[in-house]
């Protein structure tokens, strides 16, 4: 099946610096989504960006499909942004259609 | 909207047991998606419904099982409870397929 890495695993940032996570994946994709688990278990929807770019206040992503990464950025980062970070893809080809998440980027950002 | 509902939200089972959990999707979402989440294994998929019909399946044994009824709403099942279990059970609902995902808030089960 798809793989999907995700980097870094664990990242420690002080409240208003800037960061990239990044997904890869091994194949091609129908879509590709961005969500932010909080520490109650919450899966919090980001982005659905399977190719493009898209902002959404201090985050914006990017997926280059055709050379299979995504990016999320985070600007100007806050303690609530703490959590982990979770790129999920469904394959685009093969027939079926299996969700993959990726291992995810832990962040935690410090007053 | 409201959005996905899950219950109960914390559960408790001796091994051997079986367990029931519920789903209801947003209103208009009829692809109701399962998913197991572990320390270990992390977010690993379980099955996806839609119309009431399992429409795919992820790789678990089949003392995991679930159904749809009419108006969406999904039921997950597992039955002879093992310690390995223990995990968050999360649903997620979309309008159809290739769609964007929501999920509910999760069900975390503890298997002593």
């Known amino acids: 099946g798809i793989q999907v890495e995700q980097s870094p695993p664990d990242l420690i940032l002080q409240e208003g610096a800037n960061s990239t996570l990044r997904c890869n994946f091994s194949d091609s994709v129908n879509n590709l989504q961005w969500f932010h688990q909080n520490p109650w278990g919450q899966l919090i929807n980001l982005f659905y960006i399977p190719s493009g770019t898209k902002q959404n206040g201090r985050l914006s992503a990017t997926t280059v499909a055709t050379e299979r990464y995504s990016l999320l950025y985070i600007s100007s980062s806050q303690t609530t942004d703490s959590g982990v970070y979770f790129c999920?893809?469904?394959?685009?080809?093969?027939?079926?259609?299996?969700?993959?998440f990726g291992r995810g980027t832990s962040l935690i950002v410090h007053p | 909207k409201a959005g996905v509902t899950q219950t109960p939200r914390y559960l408790i089972k001796t091994r051997g047991q079986q367990v029931t959990l519920s789903c209801s999707p947003i209103s208009g979402h009829r692809s109701v998606s399962w998913y197991q989440q572990t320390p270990g294994q992390g977010l690993q998929f379980l099955f996806e419904y839609f119309s009431e019909t399992q429409r795919n399946k992820g790789n678990f044994p089949g003392r995991f099982s679930g159904r749809q009824f009419s108006n969406s709403r999904s039921e997950m099942n597992v039955s002879t409870l093992e310690l390995g279990d223990s995990a968050l059970y999360l649903c997620a609902t979309t309008e159809g397929q290739n769609n964007e995902q929501y999920f509910g808030p999760g069900t975390r089960l503890t298997v002593t």
């Open positions: 999920a893809v469904e394959p685009g080809s093969g027939g079926s259609y299996i969700p993959t």
